[in-house]
């Protein structure tokens, strides 16, 4: 069974770090695009990051500088460190099988249940 599971979410004050994980069972993670999304409420899904089958790596502008992607192919698994995390941050993120081109329209092809990031002021 195909499947993506997020963890790593929570509260965290204005300024924390989080570090969100998503992991692969049932496919090889690494062939293919993985993107990371968030939404919260009132507000329209949207991209955050990606990270190609190359790991090339894409961000949103507004997360530039404070998140990164990353994967590792040993644990089928990809990461989004969050850094210097704002109040507008908080929203249900889930990762995704995208592509890199499309992530930041909030398109993707199969998604994970999410998990909740709440930041503090």
């Known amino acids: 069974q195909v499947q993506l599971v997020e963890s790593g979410g929570g509260l965290v004050q204005s300024g924390g770090s989080l570090r969100l994980s998503c992991a692969a069972s049932?496919?090889?993670?690494?062939?293919?695009?993985i993107g990371w999304f968030r939404q919260a409420p009132g507000k329209e899904r949207e991209g955050v990051s990606c990270?190609?089958?190359?790991?090339?790596?894409y961000y949103v502008e507004s997360v530039k500088g404070r998140f990164t992607i990353s994967r590792d192919n040993a644990k089928n698994t990809v990461y989004l460190q969050m850094n210097d995390l704002e109040p507008d941050d908080t929203a249900v993120y889930f990762c995704?099988?995208?592509?890199?081109?499309?992530?930041?329209?909030?398109?993707?092809?199969?998604r994970g249940q999410g998990t909740q990031v709440t930041v503090s002021s």
């Open positions: 995704a099988h995208t592509t890199c081109s499309e992530y930041v329209s909030g398109v993707f092809i199969s």
């Open positions: 049932g496919f090889t993670l690494s062939y293919y695009a």
């Open positions: 990270i190609s089958s190359t790991s090339n790596t």
